[in-house]
């Protein structure tokens, strides 16, 4: 009486077909998915990622600053079917392309990051936003001079750039502007190597 049987809790693996189908969607080897999944699960017991263990973990990340906007940016990027969760292959996806995409999958990704009101374009108070957050995360949030010196760079390149002079700046002329100048690609994506 009052002894209760324990309750096992049984550890999440993934299938060879969980497997197979992360391979086909990402560039990770069997090993290299399994390694990631074992952290998941160990950080995330339940297969789910909340936005404010996200936002934690970024914050550990970047002591120096605070990660917060920026964080929850990347988290609803990251969260694809906007349950305001990220599972496992959502996590995977998005480590796949920090770590092994290219350049121009890179950008194409900062810029979605990016673009807040998701109309394709980015305004130059969503440029401003952009700088605000990223110094913000390096822990400069009140170095106005640094800012306006990001924003006159910018300012440059987008008048150079900006092939139809409409003062905003689409997918392709971010992606053309960040690839030619690497102080712009460096600042504006801080957490991509490149």
């Known amino acids: ?3 209760k049987p324990a309750v096992q809790k049984t550890r999440a693996t993934l299938t060879g077909q969980q497997i197979e189908n992360l391979k086909q969607r990402t560039r990770m080897s069997e090993e290299e998915i399994i390694k990631w999944f074992d952290g998941f699960q160990k950080d995330c017991p339940d297969g789910l990622l909340t936005q404010k263990h996200f936002v934690q973990m970024y914050n550990r ?3 120096e600053g605070d990660a ?3 964080a929850k940016r990347i988290f609803v ?3 694809r079917d906007n349950s305001g969760k990220i599972d496992f292959d959502e996590f995977l996806l998005a480590m796949d392309l920090m770590e092994k995409g290219n350049l121009d999958e890179k ?5 979605q990051l990016y673009d807040f009101n998701k109309d394709g374009i980015l305004t130059h ?10 110094l913000s995360l390096r822990g400069e949030g009140g170095n106005d001079q640094l800012k306006q010196e990001v924003m006159q760079h910018l300012d440059s390149f987008i008048s150079r ?3 139809n002079k409409d003062m905003v700046i ?7 502007i960040c690839s030619k100048d690497k102080y712009l690609r460096e600042f504006l994506s801080p957490t991509f190597s490149t």
């Open 170 to 176: 689409s997918q392709e002329e971010f992606c053309n």
């Open 61 to 63: 990340a970047f002591p």
């Open 1 to 3: 009486m009052g002894n």
């Open 77 to 79: 990027t990251f969260d």
């Open 161 to 163: 750039f900006d092939e």
């Open 125 to 134: 108070s969503e440029i401003e936003n952009i700088i605000k957050m990223v």
């Open 68 to 70: 917060t906007k920026f």
């Open 107 to 111: 950008l194409k990704y900062a810029f």
